[in-house]
């Protein structure tokens, strides 16, 4: 018995860290397009906004790893 409730604990885990990773990619790919689009009063979804936006998420991504943990990571209470 104690196997399956393990089992249900870690697929539970799972889908909170995967619907984090979704939050916070979502959150901080259109918070910073929309920051830098309207900086550069540029388009949003133009070829160097929208690479420069990824590039942050990647940034925002690595940073949380060592900080422990994104924003969404601790809302959902996953680290």
Do not use: C, P
Not at 17 to 25: E, K, V
Not at 28 to 42: D, E, M, P, Q, R
Not at 44 to 72: D, E, P, Q, S
């Amino acid at each position: 018995m104690s196997d399956s409730t393990t089992q249900d604990e870690t697929e539970v885990s799972n889908v909170r860290a995967a619907g984090a990773f979704l939050l916070d990619f979502f959150t901080v790919f259109f918070v910073a397009g929309y920051a830098i689009a309207k900086f550069n009063h540029s388009s949003f979804l133009g070829g160097k906004t929208a690479l420069l936006a990824a590039a942050i998420v990647i940034f925002y991504f690595v940073i949380g790893k060592y900080v422990g943990g994104t924003l969404w990571q601790r809302i959902t209470r996953i680290k």
